[in-house]
């Protein structure tokens, strides 16, 4: 073949494969305290969109400790608290050094992917070391978090936003984590339309149609009662929808458990999630 043809074609599908890694994004978005049932219970017309038209599983597990520090931990690391170390929400000595935040890993292999985190809860934030995230905003209330969010997802250098409401978990601590509580209802309602908004804005994106984004929408645990934090179902029952082109869709057949959202993310990202991490989680419904 002729040397400059072949130039050419080296040059046009090495382009296409960096246009194609740089397409890969995620969203994750948590909603904290959010029982499944409840969530199934209440009107909530933008998360059932995404699940009805992606993948999903209803019968998630969190940590045994279902507790929000140790559980949003998991989530991020994709391990669990023997492995972590996080135990309560004093966030003793973290083990972030074996067992960084998700953030880290993608950084490692892809140094110029932005990545962003906007929550209420503060604490979430204990496990990001210096220069795992672009972007570490805390906001007081879930609105405030909202207006954060639908701002920074329209950013056109944006490749990983994690984002976590906490209002829900507050009215189910005052109000009871019941689907007999209607005021626990109604602000799952409310989290749904702030949801719902981040969406909308996503899809505004200059480059939206041609950038392959992975939404995922979870929660920290369950509840009963007035509280959380015990290993019994009610605790421990999560949700898992993740919603986007490289979504298998309908209901996820195998377990599916908090600590497969980093890896899911990680694999989505086409970061190599090597042996030697020793990550429990594994991608739970992609294709
Ligand atoms: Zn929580």
Same mark, same amino acid.
């Given at each position: 073949m002729n040397r400059k043809i072949y130039a050419i074609i080296l040059m046009f599908g090495l382009l296409s494969t960096i246009s194609l890694a740089g397409n890969k994004k995620v969203l994750i978005l948590g909603i904290d305290g959010c029982r499944p049932d409840a969530l199934l219970a209440a009107n909530t017309p933008n998360i059932d969109k995404l699940w009805q038209n992606g993948a999903y599983s209803f019968t998630t597990q969190t940590d045994e400790i279902s507790s929000s520090g140790i559980c949003w931990t998991g989530m991020l690391t994709g391990v669990w608290h023997d492995k972590h #170390? /996080? /135990? @309560? !929400?004093?966030?003793?000595?973290?083990?972030?050094?074996?067992?960084? +935040?998700?953030f880290r890993r993608i950084k490692a292999q892809y140094p110029d992917l932005t990545t962003a985190s906007i929550v209420?809860? #503060?604490?979430? +934030? !204990?496990?990001l070391q210096e220069g795992d995230a672009d972007i570490q905003k805390r906001r007081l209330f879930d609105w405030w978090v909202t207006c954060k969010a639908k701002r920074t997802v329209k #950013?056109?250098?944006?490749?990983v936003l994690f984002v976590a409401l906490d209002a829900v978990d507050h009215a189910g601590h005052v109000n009871g984590f @019941?689907?007999?509580s209607s005021k626990y209802l109604k602000q799952i309602e409310k989290a749904d339309k702030q949801l719902g908004k981040i969406i909308k804005a996503l899809k505004t994106r200059k480059n939206y149609q041609n950038e392959d984004w992975l939404v995922i929408v979870t929660t920290d645990h369950g509840g009963s009662a007035y509280g959380h934090g015990k290993n019994i179902p009610e605790h421990t029952t999560i949700f898992y929808i993740a919603h986007g082109p490289s979504v298998s869709k309908g209901k996820i057949m195998e377990d599916v458990n908090v600590v497969d959202v980093a890896v899911t993310a990680l694999h989505h990202l086409g /970061?190599? /999630?090597?042996?030697?991490?020793?990550?429990d989680g594994k991608s739970a419904g992609l294709k």
């Open positions: #170390k /996080v /135990v @309560s !929400n004093a966030y003793k000595n973290p083990n972030i050094e074996e067992y960084p +935040h998700f209420n809860w #503060k604490p979430i +934030h !204990n496990i #950013k056109q250098n944006l490749d @019941s689907l007999d /970061v190599e /999630v090597r042996e030697e991490w020793q990550l």
